[in-house]
């Protein structure tokens, strides 16, 4: 089974931090993602990457940068936290082919104070 | 950009009873659809998907979802919901040109009360 890990599943950081996000996958997938999960809005799709070092922007990538220096792992970068991040994150990654679905991380559950 | 409609946020049912979450997309010539469920302070499990073929799927607990291209739909059902079927479920569309991203509708809270 594809494994999808994010570092954290709480975590509160103070406004103007700078908070990392960490994802891990074991399958050797070429495609990760950033999404952050908000009630009445569902899943809105902040950064994802396709190859090492290559990323997208998504819908809603103002406030956030990211990082994928190796296959696995795909960070997720809120350069000055603030209240407005407050959220759940999750982490996603698929392979190449196009038929096939994500497979998505626990999620991490971050309050900005 | 495509859209997924989940027409309904909430559906509260009793216990053995059938529902249906109904979800429409944009239309598009080449589409994979997939329906997820996310229980209580977890991540999205993929509950089933289509990719081609019989335009009925099914899953391993007793749903179903039929492709319907001319309404442009990918409704689920399940005959009788038991309590455990609570949780929120997503709606998502992959077209096959976009590097993998997929589309997600708004997501439907199943409620199942005794």
């Known amino acids: 089974d594809v494994k999808v890990t994010q570092s954290s599943r709480y975590l509160v950081k103070r406004t103007g931090e700078k908070v990392f996000l960490e994802c891990v996958q074991d399958?050797?997938?070429?495609?990760m993602f950033w999404y952050r999960q908000d009630p009445g809005l569902g899943l809105r799709l902040i950064y994802f990457?396709?190859?090492?070092?290559?990323?997208e922007k998504g819908d809603i990538p103002e406030g956030y940068s990211v990082s994928r220096e190796k296959k696995e792992r795909f960070s997720l970068i809120l350069e000055s936290a603030s209240t407005n991040q407050t959220s759940m994150y999750l982490c996603?990654?698929?392979?190449?082919?196009?038929?096939?679905?994500?497979?998505f991380g626990d999620g991490t559950r971050l309050s900005i104070l | 950009a495509q859209s997924v409609t989940q027409l309904d946020s909430q559906v509260p049912v009793f216990e053995e009873a059938p529902v249906e979450l109904r979800c429409n997309y944009s239309?598009?010539?080449?589409?994979?659809l997939f329906w997820y469920v996310q229980y209580p302070n977890q991540g999205l499990q993929l509950l089933l998907k289509?990719?081609?073929?019989?335009?009925l799927v099914e899953s391993i607990n007793g749903f179903e979802a039929e492709f319907n291209k001319s309404q442009t739909s990918f409704h689920l059902r399940k005959p009788s919901v038991h309590i455990s079927d609570t949780a929120e479920y997503f709606c998502?569309?992959?077209?096959?040109?976009?590097?993998?991203?997929?589309?997600f509708g708004r997501g439907t809270q199943l409620t199942v009360w005794p």
């Open positions: 996603a990654s698929s392979a190449d082919d196009s038929n096939q679905p994500q497979h």
């Open positions: 399958m050797d997938h070429e495609n």
């Open positions: 990457s396709y190859d090492v070092k290559m990323k």
């Open positions: 239309s598009s010539v080449s589409v994979y």
């Open positions: 289509y990719l081609s073929g019989s335009t």
């Open positions: 998502a569309v992959r077209r096959g040109s976009t590097l993998g991203r997929l589309y």
